[in-house]
């Protein structure tokens, strides 16, 4: 799909609903291809199969919309889908994969909060005949992912919005999340670039929108001139900018990750200054007034 195809959807309600079908059914209709036509493609299970999948937290919205992606393509395809919640919390999420582990499935799919924190019960599994994916972050050390146009592409946008110069802040998600620290080297290397560029604070929120508005009063007092800042998704920069807007401190520009429709809506209407989609197949940047290269 061109540029020029997404540069015709006129309406905001009309981009959004374009940017949220990267979420499911909507995704392929766009493209020509429904339901019945992905099942004769690719054929659809005799027998029920038998998934567990689990990811960081549900509370993120991004999460969120991968369960409804999955559970909506396990009807089409004949996969019962059983979901073991990460709650945020690596603790939390290695008693729900131990759970998992103690059962019987024809696969398991895995986005882990913290790296390494889940090896033993997926080699378990593994062990056991399980096909076991990853998604999105590692399980276990391994070569990284390739999350650096994410975080060096909204970092970008950030500092040549503020001409190369001023103050900027990070905003992390879990320090053990491998996708973070991809995203936080992303970010450094961008800004090394520019020597009028001064990173006043980082700070992992660990998307935790709570704990994001908590740090964002504390920095809001602290610094008087925040020029920019970069959160690692678009719930924890939402958070802040009605911190900031409690403030009134809304002059600030902001960046995300994810393009979830709220942050899409947000960049159009002034109050995101750029969010970025990342997926398997393909990964865009959205900031306002621009669109560069194909969302999906």
Request: charged share 20%; with cysteine; proline share 4%.
């Amino acid at each position: 799909m061109s540029n020029n195809d997404f540069a015709s959807v006129s309406t905001r309600r009309g981009f959004i609903n374009a940017v949220a079908a990267a979420g499911g059914a909507g995704l392929l209709a766009r493209l020509g291809i429904t339901p019945a036509l992905a099942v004769e493609a690719t054929g659809r299970a005799e027998k029920p199969l038998k998934a567990a999948f689990s990811n960081a937290g549900l509370q993120a919205t991004w999460c969120a919309q991968g369960k409804r992606a999955a559970e909506y393509w396990g009807k089409v395809f004949n996969v019962d889908v059983t979901w073991f919640d990460g709650e945020l919390s690596p603790t939390k999420q290695r008693k729900a994969i131990d759970n998992m582990a103690t059962q019987k499935w024809d696969f398991v799919a895995i986005q882990a909060l913290t790296e390494g924190t889940l090896t033993d019960p997926a080699n378990k599994m593994i062990a056991a005949g399980i096909p076991v994916v990853s998604i999105d972050t590692l399980i276990a050390p391994y070569d990284q992912v390739n999350v650096h146009f994410m975080g060096t592409s909204v970092t970008q946008a950030l500092v040549d919005a503020i001409g190369g110069e001023g103050n900027i802040v990070m905003t992390t998600g879990p320090l053990g999340f491998s996708a973070v620290q991809g995203r936080s080297k992303a970010f450094e290397s961008v800004v090394k670039k520019f020597p009028k560029i001064n990173v006043l604070d980082t700070a992992p929120a660990d998307w935790d929108v709570t704990k994001t508005a908590r740090i964002w009063e504390t920095w809001l007092n602290k610094y008087p001139k925040i020029d920019a800042a970069f959160f690692h998704n678009d719930d924890m920069a939402l958070a802040a900018y009605n911190v900031m807007k409690a403030h009134n401190r809304t002059n600030i520009l902001i960046g995300g990750v994810d393009a979830m429709p709220p942050a899409i809506e947000a960049v159009l209407d002034g109050r995101m200054y750029a969010t970025v989609r990342g997926s398997s197949a393909q990964r865009s940047l959205f900031r306002r007034q621009k669109l560069s290269g194909p969302l999906f």
